[in-house]
C-alpha cells in the first residue's frame, strides 16, 4: 500500500491504496466519487469514461500509479451545476433511458468537443463508437454531441 496524491475535480486527495489499484475503484470505494460507473473492468465499454489533463481515458483499467501529477476530471467534476454544454444537450434530447453508460458517454464526447468544438457526423459517430450503451439510444447520443457542438 501507498498513499497516492490526487487532483480530482480540482481538490486534492489522498488514497491510500496498492499502486495497481485501478483509478475507478479509488474514485468510488475510497473517495466516494459514485458518477463513474463500473461496466466492463476491461476498457472496452467506455462507462468508466473521466479526463486525465482533458483526455478521455478509461478508468477501469488505468492504475492509479500511473495519475501521477495529471488532473483527473470525473462526471461530478464536469461543471459545477449540471450546466455543461453536453450536460445540456443531453437533457434537451432527452438521451438517457436506463442511464448507466451515460457518465461515460457525456465525459467522452465533452472532451472531444472541446478538441473538435464543430465536428463533422463521422467524426461524432467515429469518436463515440468506443461507448457502449446498453439502450440502444446512440441516435440520441449523436443529435445531443451535434446539439453540444452548437453550444461550445
Known amino acids: ?3 497516492f496524491k490526487l487532483q480530482i475535480n480540482g481538490k486534492a486527495y489522498e488514497a491510500d491504496v496498492a499502486a495497481d489499484t485501478p483509478l475507478l475503484w479509488v474514485l468510488r470505494d475510497h473517495l466516494g466519487l459514485t458518477g463513474t460507473k463500473y461496466g466492463c473492468g476491461i476498457a472496452q465499454c467506455g462507462a468508466c469514461t473521466v479526463h486525465l489533463n482533458g483526455t478521455a481515458v478509461r478508468s477501469c483499467s488505468l492504475p492509479v500509479s500511473a495519475i501521477k501529477n495529471a488532473a483527473v476530471t ?3 467534476g464536469l461543471s459545477e ?3 455543461h454544454p453536453v450536460q445540456l444537450a443531453w437533457d434537451e434530447v432527452d438521451v438517457p433511458q436506463c442511464g448507466y453508460c451515460q457518465a461515460g458517454q457525456i ?3 465533452a472532451a472531444f468537443l472541446k478538441k473538435n468544438p464543430h465536428p463533422t ?3 461524432i459517430v467515429s469518436t463515440m463508437n468506443g461507448n457502449i450503451c ?3 439510444a446512440y ?3 449523436r443529435e445531443a454531441v451535434t ?3 452548437t453550444k461550445i
Open 1 to 3: 500500500m501507498a498513499i
Open 74 to 76: 470525473t462526471i461530478e
Open 81 to 83: 451545476k449540471g450546466d
Open 107 to 109: 465525459m467522452t464526447a
Open 121 to 123: 457526423s463521422e467524426e
Open 134 to 136: 446498453r439502450c440502444g
Open 139 to 141: 441516435h440520441r447520443i
Open 147 to 149: 446539439l453540444a457542438s
